[in-house]
C-alpha cells in the first residue's frame, strides 16, 4: 500500500468570509456577483478569495439554482469524424449561451448508451443530446 498525501480542503465561502472579515453572506453575494456589496468589502473578499486559492464549486451553486450549466452529449463513437464536427458545433453554440458539455461514447451498444444516460441524469444535466446506437424502438426492460 502506497502512502498517499491526504488532499487538503479546498477553501470554502466561510474562509474566505473569515479571512475577509466578513459576514459569510456578504462574501456569498460577493462572490456569486449578485445582491449588494460596497467596494470595499467587494475589494476584501476577492483579495481573501485569491490569497487562498478559492474556486466556485459548482455543485454547490447548481443546487442552489437547480441549474448546472452543462448540457450531456451521448455519442456512439467519438472518433467518427462526423461527430467530430458535430461536437464542435455543439460546443460552440453552448459556450455562447453560458453552457459547457459533459461527453460520454456508448462505443454503439444499447447498455452504455442507457448507462450514460442514467448517469447524465444522476449528474443534473440542464439537458441531454443522444446519437442513438441504433434506429429500432424495440422496447426494452428498465
Do not use: W
Request: contains cysteine.
Amino acid at each position: 500500500m502506497t502512502n498517499l498525501k491526504p488532499r487538503s480542503k479546498a477553501p470554502t465561502v466561510a474562509d474566505v468570509a473569515r479571512a475577509a472579515k466578513v459576514s459569510k453572506a456578504q462574501a456569498a453575494r460577493a462572490l456569486g456577483g449578485y445582491g449588494a456589496v460596497s467596494e470595499e468589502v467587494q475589494e476584501r473578499v476577492s483579495s481573501a478569495a485569491l490569497q487562498l486559492g478559492y474556486r466556485p464549486n459548482a455543485l454547490a451553486r447548481s443546487m442552489n439554482t437547480g441549474r448546472s450549466n452543462t448540457i450531456g452529449v451521448i455519442v456512439g463513437d467519438i472518433e467518427n469524424p462526423h461527430f467530430g464536427l458535430a461536437l464542435r458545433g455543439m460546443a460552440d453554440v453552448a459556450r455562447l449561451a453560458g453552457y459547457h458539455l459533459l461527453l460520454s461514447n456508448s462505443d454503439e451498444k444499447r447498455q452504455a448508451e442507457q448507462d450514460a444516460v442514467r448517469v447524465m441524469l444522476e449528474k443534473r444535466v440542464d439537458g441531454i443530446i443522444v446519437a442513438p446506437c441504433c434506429s429500432s424502438l424495440e422496447k426494452t426492460a428498465t
